[in-house]
């Protein structure tokens, strides 16, 4: 589901990871809306704590007023967990000691 690591670590803003995932904008605005924009840094994504993301995927409501199913959160999750695992390897961890945790909970 990720990308190797070379293509990760690669991808130096968030509009990048959301074209390797094929995330549709509608989606990030809904969740941006809640959470509040990052821009299009990868950094300030990441450091979100987890139940901040998972309380705005739950809030989250696209343009028709509908909330997001659970299919299109996790869509939303794989960005955040990209940009945390981006960050966890850059700071000196090992890209497959990086353990995935969901937004919205265990």
Request: glycine share 8%.
């Amino acid at each position: 589901m990720y990308p190797s690591q070379a293509a990760a670590l690669q991808m130096a803003s968030i509009r990048e990871m959301k074209e390797h995932y094929g995330l549709p904008d509608a989606l990030w605005q809904a969740f941006v809306a809640i959470a509040g924009d990052p821009g299009d840094d990868p950094r300030l994504l990441a450091v979100l704590p987890s139940h901040v993301v998972s309380a705005a995927l739950e809030r989250a409501v696209l343009q028709d007023g509908s909330p997001l199913s659970a299919v299109q959160a996790s869509h939303v999750g794989l960005i955040y967990n990209l940009a945390k695992r981006v960050q966890h390897t850059k700071g000196e961890g090992y890209w497959n000691s990086w353990r995935e945790s969901s937004p919205c909970g265990p």
